[in-house]
């Protein structure tokens, strides 16, 4: 009774610390529903307020002097698009002589992938999974073969999940059945509407999965049972990863299961969290690609590749790496190699049975993640 009570108040207190939030007290996170959007040239020093929805021009609108390109991305990389996007500019101009225009638009990956294929007209979309682009291939915005056309199966960074906690890890995590024990509150996004929450709980599930399978059990009920235990001592489900991120920036919850580059881009910036790799977790891949028929219509197809392929050069790479992504390009992976270990017993999308195998299991209408919202056990 003492616990469900704590709990409710924690549950109440994280609730009124994300509203502050959403509705004016962070001007990094924004109203449920609101896209954050921005239209900048390349000579703006900044972009506009992450809260302020810009007026933004018909899409591909150009001259001979300018060109405008429109990204739709996951909420992840804003922070390191506002980097590459000049750099990628200043290299479009010396190339062409024309100067350009971004229209840009951060959203949870699932919430942009849904809105690209219901008609926002990006030319360049970057998400947090593959299946998310698969939405554009059905929506037919982009062909069946993305993956087939680059050395890197269409993919731009990776990353890991990790568990981030608070300076001296005083709850003393290092794995996740550290995340039952009873007075640990847990922070993960919504898996509904954020792709990285989906990597959140693949990577939960999987390492009680494949642990399980090493030692002879039934792997699927005991990662269901960790995962259960974990989500029990979940206080808050946020809207995206950088909404959950944001939250416990404001003090909710003692761990958040995020990605490895989101706590590394903290810790870089002096905020004293600790980084813990569990020695099972999944390796995630993110995708990048031209949204082919949005580009034809806006008669941007060259500048749209032009920019995936700049993305996949040693010198963004660079700057992925340095804000926490790990980099797809081998030299540049080889690099930074000592900054981005590899924990154990890492395990891959693949490992779980691939996508839609996962999909299936784990997110149908009567998967196992929705029996674990609803509390059914075995």
């Given at each position: 009774m003492d616990r469900d009570r704590s709990r409710g108040l924690s549950g109440f207190?994280?609730?009124v610390i994300i509203i502050i939030l959403l509705f004016g007290c962070?001007?990094?996170?924004?109203?449920?529903?609101?896209?954050?959007?921005?239209?900048?040239?390349?000579?703006?020093?900044?972009?506009?307020s992450p809260g302020e929805a810009a007026v933004i021009p018909s899409p591909g609108e150009s001259g001979q002097d300018s060109v405008t390109l429109v990204i739709g991305a996951y909420s992840v990389v804003k922070d390191v698009m506002q980097r590459i996007l000049p750099e990628f500019a200043a290299d479009w101009k010396v190339k062409t002589g024309q100067q350009v225009v971004f229209q840009e638009s951060y959203e949870a990956s699932g919430t942009q992938a849904r809105s690209i294929a219901s008609g926002l007209e990006a030319d360049v979309a970057l998400f947090s999974m593959e299946g998310e682009v698969e939405k554009l291939v059905r929506?037919?915005?982009?062909?069946?073969?993305?993956?087939?056309?680059d050395a890197y199966g269409g993919m731009v960074t990776g990353s890991l999940i990790v568990l981030g906690t608070r300076e001296g890890n005083p709850h003393q995590i290092r794995d996740w059945s550290d995340l039952t024990k009873p007075d640990v509150q847990v922070l993960y996004p919504n898996p509904k509407t954020s792709g990285g929450a989906q990597w959140d709980i693949n990577a939960i599930y999987g390492a009680?999965?494949?642990?399980?399978?090493?030692?002879?059990e039934d792997g699927q009920r005991r990662a269901k049972e960790l995962l259960m235990s974990v989500h029990r001592n979940v206080i808050s489900m946020d809207k995206s990863g950088r909404a959950s991120m944001a939250a416990f920036e404001y003090g909710v919850g003692d761990v958040i299961v995020t990605y490895e580059n989101e706590i590394l881009s903290r810790m870089q910036a002096g905020v004293a969290y600790e980084l813990?790799?569990?020695?099972?977790?999944?390796?995630?891949?993110?995708?990048?690609?031209?949204?082919?028929?949005?580009?034809?219509?806006?008669?941007?197809?060259?500048?749209?590749?032009?920019?995936?392929?700049?993305?996949?050069?040693?010198?963004?790479?660079?700057?992925?790496?340095?804000?926490?992504?790990?980099?797809?390009?081998?030299?540049?992976?080889?690099?930074?190699?000592?900054?981005?270990?590899?924990?154990?017993?890492?395990?891959?999308?693949?490992?779980?049975?691939?996508?839609?195998?996962?999909?299936?299991?784990l997110y149908s209408k009567r998967g196992i993640w929705y029996e674990v919202l609803a509390g059914l056990e075995e």
């Open positions: 207190i994280a609730t962070s001007p990094g996170v924004r109203e449920e529903g609101r896209q954050d959007q921005t239209t900048r040239a390349v000579s703006a020093p900044q972009p506009s929506a037919g915005l982009v062909p069946a073969d993305w993956q087939a056309r009680g999965l494949l642990k399980a399978k090493e030692r002879g813990i790799r569990p020695e099972r977790t999944i390796r995630i891949d993110n995708p990048v690609v031209v949204v082919e028929r949005y580009a034809q219509k806006h008669g941007t197809t060259d500048i749209a590749q032009a920019f995936v392929d700049y993305l996949r050069e040693p010198k963004a790479q660079r700057l992925l790496a340095e804000a926490g992504f790990r980099p797809v390009d081998p030299s540049v992976r080889e690099e930074t190699a000592d900054r981005y270990p590899e924990p154990a017993g890492l395990f891959g999308i693949e490992d779980m049975g691939g996508w839609k195998h996962v999909r299936e299991t």
